[in-house]
């Protein structure tokens, strides 16, 4: 279980940088009731033990729930359908899906899933990888194509990924981005980073690698 492989590419610091952003942008100790949809290796509801909440994660890959279960196992994890919710109506007041709705067939239903078990009040944070990304842009103005992921089923940009969820009840507070999707963030750490979660987030909020949608179920 040890040498199970991560089931996303990123490195540990850009791990880090993501779960970093989620609480810098959501009052966590708030929460009472968290549900992390497509949990994978559990690392989010890993990083909020000093959290008095329960924490419940799902995914749809067996193996990666036996991993959480033996390395998380101050929180419930199950095998389960992120389109087909095994839970009551609001049953959560914070929702976290990080990098899942690009991989679901049923995008739609993901996101009214997770409509539907939020209670009202609570919130949601939507993470997926960023097809309006300033890379993606520059290689269509040259007339070249820029294939994603072959497990991507789906790709978002900000308006796409806005008007999805309004579409199923959410309210949308904010959505930003970081940029790790241009050469000088791996190259030249430093300024790759003042880039990133400066001059660039600044500039251009919504042009970065991944959108982070944070959202809230209205009362």
Same mark, same amino acid.
């Given at each position: 279980m040890d040498k199970l492989k991560k089931p996303t590419r990123w490195t540990e610091t850009e791990r880090k940088e993501i779960l970093a952003i989620i609480k810098d942008n959501l009052d966590l100790e708030s929460s009472t009731k968290i549900l992390d949809i497509g949990c994978g290796l559990g690392d989010f509801l890993g990083s909020l033990d000093y959290i008095d909440a329960e924490k419940v994660g799902i995914d749809i890959e067996k193996k990666y729930v036996e991993h959480c279960k033996i390395h998380h196992p101050e929180c419930t994890? =199950?095998?389960? %359908? $992120?389109? %087909? +919710?095994p839970f009551p109506d609001e049953s959560f007041d914070l929702i976290i899906s990080i990098c899942?709705? @690009?991989?679901? @067939?049923?995008?739609? $239903?993901?996101? *009214? @899933?997770a409509f539907r078990v939020c209670k009202p009040g609570g919130h949601a944070v939507f993470v997926t990888p960023n097809i309006g990304r300033w890379r993606r842009v520059i290689m269509a103005m040259k007339q070249k194509r820029r294939i994603e992921s072959p497990q991507h089923k789906h790709g978002w940009d900000y308006h796409i990924l806005y008007? +999805?969820? %309004?579409t199923y009840g959410w309210t949308v507070r904010k959505i930003t981005s970081r940029f790790v999707d241009f050469p000088f963030? *791996?190259?030249l750490p430093r300024i790759g980073h003042h880039l990133s979660y400066g001059f660039l987030l600044r500039r251009f909020p919504w042009s970065g690698s991944e +959108?982070? $949608?944070?959202?809230? =179920?209205e009362t």
């Open positions: 994890f =199950k095998v389960a %359908d $992120a389109c %087909d +919710l899942a709705i @690009e991989h679901v @067939e049923n995008p739609s $239903a993901l996101v *009214r @899933e008007h +999805l969820l %309004d963030y *791996r190259l +959108l982070f $949608a944070f959202c809230v =179920k």
